[in-house]
């Protein structure tokens, strides 16, 4: 005997009569996660335009490189430090009421953008309200969305949300470097504000904290789960969770390596390749449709790599992908150039199959060595990533004040991936098996 997915509010008398055949709606769960990659394609808006800010800013206010940096950084570095603290806040208020905060105060900060006058207007608005609203939502709202609301399809869904980031990137960088070039960088600040305004009426109106919200189960449960209450400790237990993993080897090494992962990623080329490109000639569109193309390949590299860790060693895979990033990027100031050529074409492709297939073996690797605390814990290596990030988005701001060029950066981070490679060589044996992540990725 089956039961339906579909069952009463509690207290009601008894379950609704199951719908005829051919006139099954689909699953709640469904409008969930539409709602969510929607959100996230607006989020991947939000972080596509501060590279395109650089230059804009640069020529407009004459602040230096550095300064501009110093702003996105600051972004960057809230960005992953709000995150292993977000899951606590949607336990303790809600996904929706933190989602519809986090979306208002994006909006916020990108508007009041238009209205600066100073450096540090900058690093306020779009530093720290933009870094604490997407830092609120992005990493962790997935995770918990696809953890209440499915208990099959968790990894198509996961899947399909992770590639949200990537389409959003498709999406908003053509558009947004279109807008600066035509019109300034002004309305492209006010376009990201609206997108944010535009999303928080379908989060407020479609999105809901739990099944049980909505008298369903779980899409794929049988089982109605009744919602837990309000969450007090979260965020100690986060805390405690880095506390423990602090004090081993393993997560050091997974922490170094991911923040030399951001570094070479959101913090490097996110940040840098439009304005280096554009040093050479290239036209903004141009540079940025191809800064665009880099998320298509990602969503093939991240699916190809995820395929890989079930199959691998995942340090050797992980030494294997920085190897390649930093082979790519030593090259990348021999094909910069005012067009976009077959060479740089390949480059794109490559780095972009690279992009983040670092991050399924780091999360095998943390599942490996940290059992149930492994989400914790991936989200403290994901907040080194993006103080990595932070950190190459203000040095290579830096680096082009002073050098008049950006290829010091790009060899400077080439040699970064070769450590990077040798450290994750060196990540000992986990629990979970013979030295490689598959069997933690089969039980995790």
Known sequence: MTQTPELPLRGAAA????????????????????????TLIGAAGFASLPGLLIEPLHDGFHWSRGTIGFAVSV????YGLTAPFAAALMDRFGIRRVVAAALVVIATGAGLTVFMTESWQLVLYW????????????????????????????????????????????????????????YGWRPAAVTVALAALAVV?????????????????????????????????????AVRALLSAARTGPFWLL???????????????????????????????????????????????TVASGWFTDRFHTRRLLATYYGLRGLSLMFLPLLLSDTVHPPMVFFIVFYGLDWV???????????????????IVFGWVLAAHQVGAALIA???????????????????????????????????????????????????
């Not at 009426?201 to 919602?227: I, M």
């Not at 943390?366 to 149930?372: A, F, L, P």
């Open 255 to 301: 922490a170094g390596t991911f923040a030399i992962c951001g570094a070479t990623t959101n913090g490097l080329v996110k940040t840098h390749f439009v304005p280096a490109a554009h040093d050479h000639g290239m036209p903004m569109t141009a540079a940025a449709s191809l800064l665009a193309v880099i998320g298509i390949f990602d969503i093939a590299g």
């Open 201 to 237: 009426p379908l989060v407020w109106l479609l999105l809901r904290d739990h099944p049980a919200d909505v008298g369903v189960a779980p899409y794929g449960s049988a089982e109605f789960v009744p919602k837990p209450p309000p969450q007090r400790g979260a965020a100690r237990r």
């Open 15 to 38: 379950p609704a009569p199951a719908p005829a055949p051919g006139r099954r709606r689909p699953h709640r769960a469904w409008s969930v996660a539409a709602v969510t990659f929607l």
């Open 75 to 78: 972004n960057l570095a809230l």
């Open 357 to 375: 297939a670092t991050v399924p073996p780091t999360l095998a690797l943390c599942r490996e060595h940290y059992g149930d605390d492994a989400a």
């Open 127 to 182: 530093g720290v309200l933009v870094g604490l609203g997407s830092g609120s939502m992005a990493l962790a709202f997935a995770a918990t969305v696809t953890g209440r609301w499915f208990t099959a399809r968790r990894g198509l869904v996961t899947g399909i949300l992770t590639a949200a980031g990537a389409s959003g990137q498709l999406i908003f960088l053509p558009a947004l470097s279109w807008i600066v070039e035509r």
């Open 394 to 444: 203000f040095l290579g701001g830096l680096a082009r004040d002073a050098f008049g060029t950006y290829n010091p950066v790009w060899y400077a981070s080439g040699a970064l991936c070769a450590v990077a490679a040798l450290m994750a060589l060196v990540i000992r044996q986990g629990r979970a098996g013979a030295g490689d992540g598959r069997v933690a990725v089969a039980q995790g």
